[in-house]
């Protein structure tokens, strides 16, 4: 007999109906065939999935802004609805969990859901530190094949995506050297809000600060509009990782997605004066990422906020708000998320080295790319930005920001998950938490 799961998947990876014993038929539209999905942060970035997932069945509604649930339980009526995320995962019945709350509390909702064994899509970062990705990698390739992840970093599904892979691995600017993204977003602060009155009746400011250390409530923190409200908080270390997990997580990813790169060995930054409670501005990083079997080692870097790579000839990257910027032996490559340039690197680069795919070998469009977690988690459990390939990237981000603070370049064990030449840069991998808060419950 199968469970209602396996029917799930049996149904869509068919992509037809199928007969049980009891014979029912079950076609990929039949309401059991519909995941049973946790909305976890429901206003903003997850008022921004309602549309995708509303043709699942939403059976619970998790934020800890009781208007925000409110208004979101009209759309989804049949739904139970929650404000503290870690009761919503024990919820019978749950399929998938869709996590848009703060940075800070990604990793604890993907490991707890996964842990459940739920299918988990994560707004991007996947974690706030070095430690709680790793944590949360870890989780997802013990269940591998068996739970569909995302990371949400939707512009992946952008076709500069793969024509910017295929013209990397076809030696369009011949064998790859270094490869450089940037984003110039500057949001600065000097530090955490003042206290500033009582936290509204509405809002569970406690649940909202979550397992960080805690900051007195100011409505500052909740002024932005939706899917922008992550620009009131996500500079500040105890909720974000500023520009690395905000922009960098988008940027880097068009980088990652053409360079099947596992961890970094080193890293090293420098950028702004440190402030202890908000994250660097500018900021530049340097990351040493191993050879594979296509292309040699090679330099790994990311500006941000004012910090830009070297132009070359005939462009000026300054113009280029968030991009990226690969260099190889025989040219460069300028990308950003809609299009590309090729720049042969002198009369030498006569392009014979390289031949464009025919139409049969380019790689098909993603399609929706909550869609394709959707899919995945029905079907055969594959996504573009699972948890392997999310969280390595944003590993080697985060490590970046480590090195940053520790002010030298620091050479790391990535199996190991070490810094090993610096004491402080390892303890720097890991956040504290306030007592009651397990990372992987
Ligand atoms: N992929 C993208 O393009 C994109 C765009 C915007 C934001 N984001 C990401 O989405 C996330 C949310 O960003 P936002 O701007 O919507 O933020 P937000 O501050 O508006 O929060 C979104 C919702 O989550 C709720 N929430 C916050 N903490 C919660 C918790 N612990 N438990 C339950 N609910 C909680 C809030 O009350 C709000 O309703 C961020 O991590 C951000 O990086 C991604």
């Known amino acids: 007999m199968m469970n209602r799961r396996q029917v799930l998947r049996t149904t869509v990876a068919g992509g037809g109906l199928l007969v049980l014993r009891n014979g029912m038929l079950k076609g990929a539209d039949a309401p059991s065939n519909k995941l049973n999905v946790a909305l976890i942060g429901v206003w903003g970035r997850g008022g921004a999935h309602q549309d995708g997932l509303s043709k699942e069945n939403v059976a619970a509604l998790c934020d800890v802004d009781e208007n925000h649930l409110a208004e979101a339980a009209k759309r989804f009526p049949q739904a139970k609805t929650y404000v503290d995320w870690r009761k919503c995962l024990e919820q019978k019945g749950l399929d998938a969990v869709v996590c848009c709350t703060t940075d800070h509390t990604h990793a604890f909702i993907a490991n707890w859901a996964m842990n459940r064994g739920l299918h988990v899509f994560c707004e991007k970062p996947l974690g706030n530190s070095v430690e709680e990705v790793r944590v949360v990698r870890a989780n997802y390739l013990k269940n591998k094949g068996k739970l569909a992840t995302q990371v ?195 009369d030498a680069a006569d392009m014979t080295y390289y031949t464009p795919r025919p139409k049969e070998k380019v790689i098909p469009p993603m399609g929706d790319f909550l869609n394709e977690w959707i899919n995945a988690c029905k079907g055969n459990r594959r996504t573009s930005c699972d948890f392997d390939y999310g969280g390595k990237m944003i590993e080697l981000m985060l490590l970046g920001l480590v090195a940053y603070r520790v002010g030298q370049k620091i050479e790391y064990d990535g199996v190991a998950g070490r810094v090993t030449n610096s004491d402080e840069g390892d303890g720097l991998l890991k956040r504290q938490y306030r007592p009651g808060w397990s990372l992987n419950g």
């Open 152 to 346: 949400g970093t939707q512009r992946h599904s952008h076709p500069n995506f793969n024509r910017v892979r295929e013209l990397i691995r076809d030696g369009a600017i011949g064998e790859l050297k270094r490869v450089c993204a940037w984003g110039d977003r500057q949001i600065r602060r000097p530090g955490y809000l003042p206290a500033q009155g009582d936290p509204p009746k509405h809002l569970n400011y406690d649940l909202w600060i979550g397992p960080s250390p805690h900051h007195p409530y100011n409505p500052g923190y909740f002024s932005g509009g939706p899917g922008a409200n992550c620009l009131q908080w996500n500079m500040y270390w105890d909720f974000g990782s500023g520009q690395i997990g905000d922009m960098g997580s988008h940027t880097m990813d068009l980088a990652w997605n053409a360079l099947d790169a596992g961890l970094p060995t080193s890293a090293e930054a420098k950028g702004e004066k440190f402030n202890p409670e908000v994250t660097p501005v500018e900021l530049e990083m340097h990351c040493e990422v191993p050879a594979n079997d296509w292309r040699p080692a090679i330099r790994v870097s990311w500006y941000q906020g004012g910090a830009m790579p070297k132009s070359p000839a005939w462009v000026n990257l300054k113009t280029i708000g968030h991009g990226v910027m690969f260099t190889g032996s025989k040219g460069v490559l300028v990308a950003d998320f809609g299009a590309r340039l090729i720049i042969p690197s002198g």
